[in-house]
């Protein structure tokens, strides 16, 4: 059967998603959305991971994802923390206009 | 496989396209992370489909749980007004990136195709079988000869080791040593059958989960297996425990395994990182310390 999955198109599914997270990285301007890109493109990582750990019957890409899970989350804690300390001083999350480290 | 499998692949797929795409296109971020959640959900369906069934869950009580609850709760808190969210205007840069989007896609394509190429797979695959056969063969016909051997001591200890050097030494179910790990012919059977027998190998000491890399507390005292990862009956004053199946790919038993022996240190690695990660976002978020 033609439409039966295989790892190609995991991992096509994979770089599409990759692609419009990169797309949405770099054409908004908003904070918030731009950690959302990021965390598509770390789930189309994860998708990816997935598959080529069932192609191998190995689980080590599951772990490994599992961890990516685990960053992702710290990175989202952290990073959201820091759009609200921008958000108090230029009542702004566009990152066009965070362009100075001194606030 | 069959007929379920593609036609819930091809849903998940298309569905995960349109909500990444609308994560995009949505100007109100309240609105990005909605279709983010229904994504994530997405992305979860497609787990399962690769028999990943416990990342599936995280995915779900992680990713669309805890942390989109944590970005509605920070879209909610700053309240964006409709002026602050800027007008749309067309600049040049977004057909910029437009053209790079494409051509990173084709330079990842181009990373996948000799991975998948056809030619190399059916190639691959017609090697793997005409080398089995032999394989086989051959085994079959020292077998052969070790029958005809007889009497002779000397002749039969010969023909044995003969035969036994030559037993196919890879999983024959699932060919994977000969296919190449990429491209074994996988059903849900053949991943259950290659994955308890590496359980089995771990619970009876042949090998280890963390290669040898991390030694046990103690190696003189044997180490008791639960028979949940055995597969055997055991019996107890209560009456006979009915153990299941060796544990699953992709379950939580052997993540958990793994995640104890081998991938120790970077648990714990990890843990410490979301630590730091709490009380970073406490300093950064609070107005006076």
Known sequence: ?103 | MGFWEPLFFWIFAIGAIASSAAVVIFRNPLYSALSLILDFFFFAGLYVLLSAHTMAIVQVLVYAGAIMVLFLFIIMLLNLKEEELGEFEFKVHHLLSLAAVFGLFFFINQAIAPIVEEDVVSKQRAVAAKKYEEDVKRYEAALKAVEAAGDDEKKLADARAKAKALEPKYNVRTKSALLGPLYSDLSEDGLEQAWSEKIQAYSSGRSDPSQGKWTRYDRSKPVVVPPVLTGERLETERGVIKAREPAGFGTVEPMSILVVNRFVVPFELTALLLLAAIVGAVIIAKRRL
């Open chain 1, 1 to 103: 059967m033609m439409f039966e999955p295989t790892l190609e198109q995991y991992l096509v599914l994979g770089a599409i998603t990759f692609c419009i997270g990169v797309f949405g990285v770099m054409v908004r301007r908003n904070a918030i959305t731009l950690f959302m890109c990021v965390e598509l493109m770390l789930n189309s990582v994860n998708l990816t991971f997935m598959a080529f750990s069932k192609y191998r019957v190995d689980l080590d890409g599951h772990i490994f994802s599992f961890f990516v899970m685990a960053v992702a989350a710290a990175e989202a804690a952290v990073g959201l923390a820091i759009i609200l300390h921008v958000f108090r001083h230029k009542r702004s999350v566009n990152v066009d206009e965070m362009d100075r480290l001194q606030l």
